[in-house]
């Protein structure tokens, strides 16, 4: 059996460690030095995530066009000026590694805090993103603004919400998609979507996913190369590796028990979520909801293929915000649950932290690869 490095498996056995401290916080206490809590996390945080080494899509790649950005001229303009800043200012390609880190738990945060049940938000917010925040690199770091994006939409602030949605676009063009399902949700939906549609759609999507794979490759093979885009798009609507049948990644096909425990898993997620929902409703958090339950299914049916995939885990990724509100309601307002909610609830619970720990248990201690800057000097 292979194992990670020593170094690997202290660090992020730390790094959850201290997120799971979040659990223990009185509320109010968090909502009155909210800042001041957070701060070793974002200390933390950063430097273990940014001080990774050669992890990450397109990492080397990433690390090459920061050392030298005078040979790359194919940038989006944001990223660029972002790197070009950085080098300016003496940070080498660690620096901008470290600095992506920060602006995305900071920016996550920042949209954490708009919320008053925010304690479990912020202990799921690292499972919730760790790897999609790593793995996509630029992504990442337009989703960042897109925190910023809607913590601004939340006070109202159109303005700024417009300013830091086109700074997603100048980073990332496909970062910007995250906001799409968002908007109509926030000003059309009013209520969670029923569980007794989504659960039993995301349990089909699951059970079915070999026959969602098939279909997908017929549909985009035949429509998705009609499409002619100007800009970065464009790349990879041509291009068949990304939709035709070498885009399937068979890599991440998941044996029967993992099925079982991850589909139980969102599903937990997707009910507790409802259940705090139904009983006290908040429309910050609402539309939220409903755009997790929409990423988690369409995830699911695209659970093969990187690019629609990726733009469903955008969404999906939000679910520490519903997810802890769900946790925050279910531990303070358990009282007002009729019996067999709280039996559901349990359950629902325990699958998801099931999930999590043997997942991530995997993660920190079978990851030989995954190795830190120190390593390489």
Known sequence: MVTSILDHIVLFILLFTIFFVFTKFNQSYINKHFWVIVAIPIIIYTLILGC?????????????????????????????????????????????????????????????????????????????????????????????????????????????????????????????????????????????????????????????????????????????????????????????????ANAMNEQWKQSNLTLILSTACHVGIIYLGYIALKYKCQKKICYIYNTVVIGLITTRIFWTFEIFRRIAEAWAQLYFIPLGYGVYFFTHCYKKLKTEERIYSYCALAAILIYLFLYYGRFIFQSPKYIFIWNKL
């Open 52 to 244: 990774r080494y050669g992890w990450g899509n397109d990492y080397l790649v990433y690390k090459f066009r920061y050392n030298h950005p005078i040979l790359n001229r194919n940038e989006d303009m944001g990223f660029e000026i972002m790197n070009l800043v950085m080098n300016k200012i003496g940070f080498n390609y660690l620096g901008g590694f470290l600095t992506y880190s920060f602006i995305f738990i900071t920016a996550a945060f920042c949209l954490i805090r708009d919320y008053k049940e925010n304690k479990y938000m912020l202990a799921f917010f690292l499972p919730a993103t760790i790897l999609l925040s790593t793995f996509t690199i630029r992504q990442s770091v337009g989703h960042a603004f897109v925190f910023l994006a809607l913590h601004f939409f939340h006070y109202k602030k159109y303005e700024l919400t417009a300013l830091m949605l086109a700074i997603v676009y100048s980073i990332h063009p496909g970062a910007i998609l995250m906001i799409i399902p968002m908007l109509p949700l926030y000003y059309l939906v009013k209520k969670p979507f029923p569980m007794k549609l989504t659960i039993p759609l995301y349990t089909s999507a699951a059970l079915l996913t070999d026959l969602f794979s098939s279909q997908v490759i017929s549909l985009a093979s035949q429509y998705l190369p009609m499409l002619t885009l100007e800009n970065k798009f464009n790349n990879y609507l041509q291009n068949e590796r990304w939709y035709g």
